[in-house]
């Protein structure tokens, strides 16, 4: 892996998985035109309807917008959990929604962590275990459980490798989450309302973790949520409305300070 390979076009893309990046500086993130409508026989849900946006890399975005504006559904497609009905989604140039099945869990394993709202861990593996599965299924080898243990570590939980789903506080088992959304290093990190279900206290505790980790790691976030306070932190507010985008802000006094 660290060997680095000069990769020209002529090379195709799509089988090497150790394909450096080639385009450094495009948006990492492209977005055009996306719409998501669901169609029954009797009834039609135009849930996004024509976005358009790029994100570059390393940018902190919030995105912002009343319950049922389209966020959650913008970033299933973006980690490519669902499937665009019309539109183009390029990560690091490659368009995700041309792509298999196989091919999108590979883009997955190597460019994306998502930490979801119910914490979505899996209930009989431990807390070790969890964080390990992503970068198993992308092929690390045992090196990886000295990152784990060290992921898991930062987040407070060195005492409960061992433990079970059921067996930690909503808290801990988003800490867990956010040890493994970070464990392949994935340079795109999406978050959900990831403090949605925890309390006040503990959600506060969950973001500043998320934050820091993210300063360590460099990830460019998107992250959705309901408070202004965080997305004051943010580089940069998108804010939807019934499936459109109606603002994109730069938050200025950001830009030259730390975050
Ligand atoms: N699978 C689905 N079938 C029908 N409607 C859906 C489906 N998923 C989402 N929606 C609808 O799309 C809209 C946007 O949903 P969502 O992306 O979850 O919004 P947000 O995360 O901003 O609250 C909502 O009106 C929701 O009810
Ligand atoms: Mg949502």
């Given at each position: 892996m660290s060997t680095a390979i000069i990769v020209t076009?002529?090379?195709?893309?799509?089988?090497?998985?150790?394909?450096?990046?080639?385009?450094?500086?495009?948006?990492i993130i492209q977005i055009k035109r996306l719409t998501r409508i669901i169609a029954t026989p009797t009834h039609r849900v135009d849930i996004l309807r024509g976005i358009d946006l790029e994100i570059p890399r390393g940018q902190f975005v919030a995105i912002m917008g009343p319950?049922?504006?389209?966020k959650s559904t913008l970033l299933g497609l973006l980690a490519g959990l669902d499937n665009a009905t019309d539109g183009q989604i390029l990560l690091d140039d490659v368009d995700i929604t041309r792509l298999s099945e196989d091919a999108m869990a590979e883009v997955r394993g190597r460019k994306i962590g998502f930490v979801f709202q119910s914490f979505q861990?899996?209930?009989?593996?431990?807390a070790e275990e969890n964080v390990l599965l992503p970068a198993e299924l992308a092929g690390a080898g045992p090196e990886v459980t000295g990152r784990a243990r060290e992921l898991l570590t930062r987040v407070g939980l060195a005492d409960r490798l061992d433990h079970y789903p059921v067996q930690l506080s909503g808290g801990e088992q988003q800490r867990v989450a956010l040890a493994r959304a970070f464990i392949t290093r994935p340079p795109i990190l999406f978050a959900d309302e990831?403090?949605?279900?925890?309390?006040g206290k503990t959600g506060q505790q969950v973001l500043e973790l998320l934050l820091e980790l993210n300063r360590l790691e460099g990830a460019t976030l998107v992250l959705v949520t309901h408070d202004p306070a965080l997305a004051a932190h943010a580089d940069r507010v998108i804010t939807l409305r019934d499936g459109l985008v109606v603002t994109d802000q730069m938050n200025t006094d950001q830009m030259n300070g730390p975050r």
């Open positions: 076009d002529v090379i195709p893309h799509t089988l090497d998985s150790r394909k450096p990046e080639t385009h450094i500086s495009n948006p319950s049922g504006s389209g861990l899996i209930p009989t593996l431990t990831p403090t949605g279900n925890l309390d």
